[in-house]
């Protein structure tokens, strides 16, 4: 069955440092997707990256970062010199075949940064 | 721009009274998606469907209902309120299985 796993419930970090939000995902299929989303304080939800199970390859967008490494089924997102406006709550996702490739969340990190 | 698009933004409701929440999308996607968020569950999918007059049971489908006439609209029905569905509720799309999800803004539904 799928499950996404975000351990990190809470994370507090001062304003201009780097931190680092967990994600591990369980899988039985050989293709899926992963996805990050932010929900900062106005409650929306925001799309952020999507990742196919066949590209390795970690990704760079300004700030933000993500390293997805299969041999440890995780997908861990990365930003750096953190901003007041980086404060979310932000939730990992697996789409795999087994559930449809419906979207399966973590429970969510809230990441709260400390000017 | 294409949206999406939920209302009421904010429900309050009788326990036993029958709730609809409408959700309308432009972006022409055939796959539309009604989710729950719970402290400490995430969002949790309620019902999904992936075009007209097609609809599929989630991981907590009970006391929920969904129907899907045409492309835009996926409306969320509520049968009988209960106090257990206080919640918020995000309605989603998406062009295909596998791509990233669209969300409205939710709507928050309280059961008294």
């Known amino acids: 069955a799928q499950k996404v796993t975000q351990a990190q419930t809470e994370i507090s970090v001062v304003e201009k440092e780097d931190v680092t939000l967990d994600c591990v995902y369980e899988?039985?299929?050989?293709?899926?997707?992963l996805f990050w989303y932010k929900q900062p304080p106005s409650g929306e939800l925001v799309f952020l990256i999507r990742?196919?199970?066949?590209?390795?390859q970690n990704e760079i967008s300004g700030r933000y970062s993500w390293n997805f490494q299969k041999s440890t089924s995780s997908f861990n997102f990365t930003i750096t010199a953190s901003q007041v406006v980086d404060s979310a709550v932000y939730f990992c996702?697996?789409?795999?075949?087994?559930?449809?490739?419906?979207?399966?969340f973590g429970t969510g990190t809230r990441l709260t940064v400390i000017p | 721009d294409a949206e999406i698009t939920q209302s009421p933004r904010h429900k309050i409701t009788e326990t036993g009274r029958q709730v609809t929440l409408a959700c309308h999308q432009t972006?022409?996607?055939?796959?539309m998606f009604w989710y729950r968020q719970d402290l400490g569950h995430g969002l949790r999918l309620i019902h999904y469907?992936?075009?007209?007059?097609?609809?599929n049971k989630g991981e907590v489908s009970d006391g929920y209902s969904v129907s899907r006439s045409n492309t835009e609209d996926l409306p969320l029905t509520l049968e009988s309120a209960a106090s257990s569905q206080t919640s918020v509720y995000f309605c989603?799309?998406?062009?295909?299985?596998?791509?990233?999800?669209?969300f409205g803004q939710g709507t928050r539904l309280t059961v008294v």
């Open positions: 989603a799309s998406s062009a295909k299985q596998g791509t990233e999800a669209f």
């Open positions: 899988t039985r299929d050989t293709t899926y997707y």
């Open positions: 990742r196919n199970s066949f590209d390795e």
């Open positions: 996702a697996l789409g795999d075949q087994t559930g449809a490739n419906n979207l399966f």
């Open positions: 972006w022409n996607h055939n796959n």
């Open positions: 469907s992936y075009g007209v007059q097609d609809t």
